[in-house]
């Protein structure tokens, strides 16, 4: 028997590119439905492909998706040297696009603690669109694993 595939607050933010507190706020309000496993909560994929599908959020994750980019390119100075990618990816549907998510939410987990390193995922129109930030090492290995 195989289990779903569980996410946590922090996987979601990451895939939809809104904060952990926004996440909790649709937790609170209904948007988003999950599981409480102990004092944490967990998505399936479903739970995550139905908030991609409301209009309010969708936008939401839009609007926060192209900040990311805007803020890099508005950054001042950086300290250290970094990169930023926009990876499209066709897909026909959005199940496809989570199961091409799952292993680079996996890498850069792994990543984070070998250095700065974003990601930020969406669904869009027979798409999968990765948004990878940070040092270009591991943006790069990051890209490995999409190509």
């Known amino acids: 028997m195989e289990f779903p595939r569980l996410y946590t607050v922090e996987d979601v933010a990451k ?8 996440i909790r706020n649709y ?17 399936t994929e479903q739970n995550i ?6 209009q309010g959020v969708s ?16 950054e001042k100075r950086a300290e250290t040297p970094r990169i930023c990618t926009i ?8 199940q496809e696009a989570q199961t091409l998510c799952e292993p680079v939410i996996e890498l850069v987990n792994v990543l984070q603690d070998k250095g700065e390193i974003e990601l930020s995922f969406q669904y869009l ?3 999968a669109r990765f948004i990878i930030m940070g040092d270009p090492k591991l943006v790069q ?4 694993l999409l190509a």
């Open 141 to 144: 290995r990051v890209l490995v």
């Open 15 to 22: 895939m939809t590119g809104l904060t952990t507190r926004t």
């Open 49 to 54: 492909k139905d908030l991609f599908e409301k």
């Open 27 to 43: 937790l609170k309000d209904g948007r988003l439905k999950g599981l409480k496993v102990g004092a944490q909560w967990r998505f």
């Open 59 to 74: 936008d939401s994750m839009k609007e926060a998706k192209n900040q990311l980019v805007a803020d890099f390119l508005h």
């Open 125 to 127: 129109n027979g798409r």
């Open 87 to 94: 990876f499209d990816i066709p897909c026909s549907s959005g």
